[in-house]
């Protein structure tokens, strides 16, 4: 499974949907219910060249209906790297959207023998708003945040009140370490995990501490395993699943699970994780001892027998090495 393929499939539960919506758009406050929530069909159509039908996928988008009546449509897309070009993928989703609004009242008008021919729709006939958030896992978002950032204005300058520029709804999960208190679905348990994945301490007092129960158990641990460099999460996912059975999932579960044969193992596969995510940042032993306070020794032991494993990283085979 992909990071993105994870990452849609927590984003696709209504519950999830509308907490994520209500933490970025209405600051955290209950606004977008879930149950009225509809997932519609990400696949968008246009035509090459040649005319031929390609398909294009957007990630996640929901119909809000509030008492039987559209009120927005919301778009959640996931993006673990840079994508250069993604004010151009946003607004061709978005309009998308739209053109289908369109297309419906044209229909509508068609049936009931009151088409508007040249002015296509009736002046009555409004869109309902398209909003598009962007939920970024990564470290730093080095993209564009709209697209004027992609256009070259130099010597251009007399062009700019001309240009209309669409913004990025773009939210770096990462950045605010308290942005996750916004939300309160297992999502929360996601944003928090990114805020604080690169500090040893506050990652197991995380683990240890929370004690949120997990609804969506499986996508969870799907995409624990996904963002992280830590597969553990993918390997502990049918006994976790079987303990759900008779007891509540939270962190302190899955920090059962995650220790194994003890503590101690936890604790070294926890380290080493860190390890393989500032490795794949190119950073070397030394400034990776001084950013988790670690024994330089320790660490460099970590990262001799790691290369032998690189670019995936398997943690749990580095231990295994490690422990020949």
Not at 266 to 271: E, F, I, K, V
Not at 272 to 292: F, H, N, T, W, Y
Not at 302 to 315: G, H, K, L, S, T
């Amino acid at each position: 499974m992909s990071k993105d393929t994870a990452e849609k499939r927590l984003t696709e539960y209504p519950d999830v949907a509308a907490d994520v919506i209500d933490g970025v758009i209405f600051e955290g406050r209950p606004v977008v219910k879930a149950e009225d929530l509809i997932l519609v069909s990400g696949t968008e159509y246009t035509r090459d060249e040649e005319g031929k039908l390609l398909a294009k996928y957007r990630d996640v988008i929901f119909e809000d209906k509030v008492s039987g009546s559209r009120y927005a449509f919301w778009g959640i897309e996931n993006q673990t790297g840079t994508d250069n070009t993604l004010p151009l993928s946003i607004v061709g989703y978005d309009y998308s959207v739209y053109k289908k609004q369109v297309d419906e009242y044209i229909a509508i008008n068609k049936r009931n023998g009151k088409s508007a021919y040249a002015k296509r729709i009736h002046a009555d006939q409004k869109l309902v708003p398209t909003v598009t958030i962007i939920l970024y896992y990564g470290a730093k978002w080095e993209g564009p945040y709209c697209l004027s950032d992609m256009l070259e204005l130099k010597d251009r300058e007399q062009l700019k009140p001309y240009l209309l520029d669409y913004r990025l709804n773009i939210v770096e999960l990462g950045k605010d370490k308290d942005f996750y208190k916004r939300f309160h679905s297992d999502f929360r348990l996601v944003a928090q995990y990114i805020s604080i994945r690169d500090d040893k301490k506050a990652l197991g007092k995380f683990m240890k501490d929370t004690n949120i129960v997990v609804k969506n158990t499986e996508s969870f641990l799907d995409i624990m395993s996904e963002i992280g460099t830590d597969i553990q999460y993918k390997m502990i996912k049918e006994r976790v699943l079987e303990r759900e059975k008779k007891e509540a999932v939270t962190m302190c579960l899955i920090a059962e699970e995650l220790v194994g044969k003890g503590r101690e193992e936890g604790a070294d596969l926890m380290l080493i994780s860190l390890v393989c995510r500032k490795l794949k940042k190119g950073k070397d032993k030394v400034m990776i001892a001084e950013e988790l306070e670690a024994d330089i020794d320790e660490i460099e032991r970590i990262c001799n027998v790691a290369a032998d494993f690189a670019p995936a990283y398997d943690c749990r085979k580095i231990y295994d090495a490690i422990h020949v």
